[in-house]
C-alpha cells in the first residue's frame, strides 16, 4: 500500500517529490487481515488460494521482466559491472556476497509446504511421481523469472538497483502499471502467507490435541454467532495460538523492516535443513545407501558444503539487520 502511494505521489508531484509514508500502519492492518483469513474454516482446503497465489506472483513478476528489459533497452547500454556493487572496503564486499547468497537461499523455500502438498494428492499417478514433475516445473519457471528480473534489473539500474524493484522505486512510469502490480505483490503476500502458515496451524492442532487428549480447551468447539454472518465453530486453543503466531511474526516485521536483510536471514535458516539435510537423509533411508559408499561420500559432501554456505549466508544477514537496525 505505501508503494501504491508513493507511485501515485511521484506520478504528481514528480520523481524528486519527498514522498514518504509511514509502514507501521500498514504491516498492522496486513497483521490483522492476516488473522483473519487464520480463522476461515477449511481455509487450507482451498485450492483457489494457491492459484490466486500463482496467478498475482506471475502477473508482477512479468511486469518486473518487462520493465527491466524495456528500460535496458531504452538506455541502451548494460549498466552494472561483473564484480557488482562498488564497497569501500572488502570486508563490506564480503558481508554482500553472504547477504546475497541468502536472498538466493530463499528463492527456493517452498520445501517448507512440499509433504503437506502431497499429502494432498489423490493417486494415480503416484504421488511421488506427480510430486517429481511438478517439482522440475516450478524449479524451471521460477529459476527462469528470478534470474530474468535479476539480470534485466541489474543491466537496467546497474548498482543503483533496489533490493524490490517494483516496491524500492526502480520503475516510476507508467505508475498504473507499477500499481497493479504492487496490488498483485499484496494478494500474492496475502494468500502466501496463509500457504506457509496453515501447515503450521494443522500441526500445531494435531500436536496439542495427541498431546492433550482430554482437554476441552484443546478439542472443545463453541459456535458464535456474528451479525450477517453464518454461525462460527471457534477453537479456543486455535484463537490462542494462532492469535500468538500472527501477533508474534507482525511485531518482528514492524522491528526489522528490511527487505533484502530479513529475505537473507530466512532463507540462511531454511535453506540447509529443509532443502539439503531432510531431503539427502530420507534419500539414504529410501535407497538404502551403504555409509561410506562413493554416493554417501558425496551426498555428504554435498550436505556439509551447504551448510557452510548457509552459515556464511546466516552471519552476513545478521551483520546486515544489525547494520541496518543501529544505523
Known amino acids: 500500500m505505501r508503494a501504491i502511494l508513493r507511485s501515485n505521489c511521484y506520478h504528481t508531484h514528480g520523481h524528486d517529490a519527498p514522498c514518504k509514508y509511514g509502514g507501521s500502519y500498514y504491516m498492522l492492518m496486513f497483521g490483522a487481515a492476516q488473522l483473519f483469513l487464520s480463522f476461515i474454516p477449511d481455509f487450507h482446503d482451498m485450492a483457489w488460494l494457491s492459484v490466486l497465489a500463482a496467478v498475482m506472483s506471475f502477473s508482477y513478476s512479468f511486469i518486473g521482466l518487462g520493465l527491466g528489459l524495456t528500460n535496458t533497452i531504452a538506455n541502451g547500454t548494460i549498466k552494472g559491472s561483473i564484480t557488482g556493487a562498488p564497497t569501500r572496503t572488502p570486508v563490506q564486499k564480503i558481508w554482500h556476497v553472504s547477504q546475497a547468497i541468502g536472498d538466493i537461499a530463499f528463492a527456493y523455500p517452498y520445501s517448507l509446504i ?78 502466501g502467507y496463509q500457504v506457509y502458515s496453515q501447515p503450521i496451524y494443522q500441526f500445531a492442532d494435531r500436536f496439542f490435541a495427541e498431546r492433550f487428549p482430554a482437554s476441552r480447551f484443546v478439542n472443545d468447539f463453541h ?105
Open 223 to 327: 459456535t458464535v454467532k456474528l451479525p450477517l454472518l453464518p454461525p462460527w465453530r471457534v477453537n479456543l486453543l486455535r484463537v490462542c495460538f494462532r492469535t500468538l503466531y500472527v501477533a508474534s511474526t507482525t511485531v518482528v516485521a514492524l522491528a526489522f523492516p528490511y527487505f533484502n536483510e530479513v529475505l537473507a536471514l530466512l532463507g540462511a535458516l531454511n535453506f540447509w535443513p529443509l532443502a539439503i539435510y531432510f531431503p539427502v537423509e530420507m534419500y539414504f533411508i529410501q535407497r538404502q545407501v551403504p555409509r561410506w559408499s562413493p554416493r554417501w561420500v558425496a551426498l555428504q559432501a554435498f550436505s556439509v558444503v551447504c551448510l557452510l554456505v548457509s552459515a556464511f549466508a546466516l552471519v552476513g544477514s545478521i551483520q546486515g539487520l544489525v547494520s541496518q537496525k543501529l544505523g
Open 114 to 191: 512440499l509433504l503437506e502438498i502431497q499429502d494432498t494428492l489423490k493417486a494415480p499417478p503416484a504421488e511421488n511421481k506427480t510430486m517429481k514433475k511438478a517439482s522440475i516445473i516450478s524449479i524451471v519457471v521460477t529459476t527462469f523469472f528470478y534470474l530474468c528480473c535479476g539480470c534485466f534489473g541489474y543491466a537496467a539500474f546497474g548498482s543503483d538497483a533496489p533490493g524490490n524493484l517494483l516496491t524500492g522505486f526502480g520503475f516510476y512510469e507508467p505508475y498504473w502499471l507499477i500499481d497493479f502490480a504492487n496490488a498483485c505483490i499484496i494478494l500474492h503476500l496475502l494468500g
